[in-house]
């Protein structure tokens, strides 16, 4: 789960048009944060299928959104909509590694973590709990 906030007028379109209906949305990433107009090119093609779990509208028209990552997804083609980015995608199906290398992967995030958490003082050490 994440907090989001949004404020370009596509994206903020975008989950106008979710609150209407499922409440799933994909979130990819754009290549260059820099470009305020982005077109597909500008965009990954991999991302996340999102559950929305709570959307607030504040007062600067930015949207805060909280949501929750489901499965990963890869853009297959853009659907001709000026108001927003829409796309026919294919949900990606993941594979799990042998479970001894998965462990061994989890114990070096949470130590990588640990330091991170140690060097960085706008962290509380709280948040080593959830590891």
Known sequence: MAPLFVGRDKSVRALEMVEEGENEIMLVAQRDAS???????DIHSVGTIASILQLLKLPDGTVK???????????????E??????????????????????????RSAVTQFESYVKLNKKISPDAMRWC
């Open 35 to 41: 470009t305020d107009d982005p077109v597909a090119d």
């Open 81 to 106: 909509n000026d108001a927003y980015f829409e796309a026919t995608i294919e949900q990606v199906d993941e594979e799990i590694g042998a479970s001894d290398e998965v462990e061994a992967l989890a």
């Open 65 to 79: 959104v909280l949501v929750e990552g489901t499965s990963r997804a890869v853009i297959q083609s853009y659907t």
